[in-house]
């Protein structure tokens, strides 16, 4: 583990967690997250899950760590916190379009209900929230809080000058663009249309 402060991702999923997991791996951060996603009780062990973590890691990103970034300020004094944000709009489309229907015990615990879609004004309120309530947090500690959107095109300077770490020769990565899901679908669909020509010969 490295002897920097701890590090906590403290935006909700889909705000660009998974791109900035792989940048604080490049900048030498043992990283985990998410965690305890489909754990039934996640609310009754979320604490317990957590203190257990942060023994073994440098850095936490998605879920459950949103959840819980007051109690990790008052026990890990000193830490770096990250809140990714995007637009509203943008973001409850790539909830719906990622999650639908599905539900898990995390997001019923975050939102009251496990799936987005059909619930979009419940997710946009605690999204909303959750993100004002942070600002209020951290509003006179401008050292302890870093504010990104991913998608407005980010870099390294700010994370790293927040961080006090040197800036990689390597470009920000930018994990799970729309552009490369849909190339994925294409070539999946492709693939598929391949196997039926096969199947019918």
């Not at 490049?26 to 899950?49: C, F, K, R």
């Not at 459950?64 to 026990?75: E, G, I």
């Not at 770096?80 to 637009?87: D, E, I, Y």
């Amino acid at each position: 583990m490295s002897s920097s402060p701890k590090v906590f991702c403290i935006g909700f999923h889909k705000t660009g967690t998974t791109s900035l997991a792989l940048a604080l791996r490049q900048l030498g951060y043992s990283v985990t997250g998410p965690n305890g996603v489909n754990d039934p009780n996640i609310a009754e062990n979320v604490h317990q899950m957590a203190h257990a973590l942060v023994e073994k890691y440098d850095a936490f990103q998605d879920n459950p760590w949103p959840l819980l970034y007051k109690d990790l300020d008052a026990r890990y004094p000193h830490s770096k916190f990250v809140l990714t944000v995007r637009p509203t709009d943008a973001w409850i489309r790539s909830q719906v379009r990622h999650f639908g229907t599905d539900e898990t015990p995390m997001r019923k615990w975050i939102y009251g209900v496990g799936a987005p879609e059909g619930n979009e004004s419940r997710y946009v309120e605690r999204y909303e929230t959750h993100n004002r309530e942070v600002l209020s947090h951290f509003k006179d500690r401008p050292n302890d809080l870093l504010v990104i959107d991913l998608g407005a095109g980010y870099s390294w300077e700010k994370l790293c000058a927040f961080l006090e770490k040197p800036i990689p020769a390597e470009p920000f990565p930018h994990a799970n663009k729309s552009e490369d899901r849909e190339k994925r679908n294409r070539l999946g669909r492709r693939l598929l249309h391949r196997l039926a020509k096969i199947g019918r010969n």
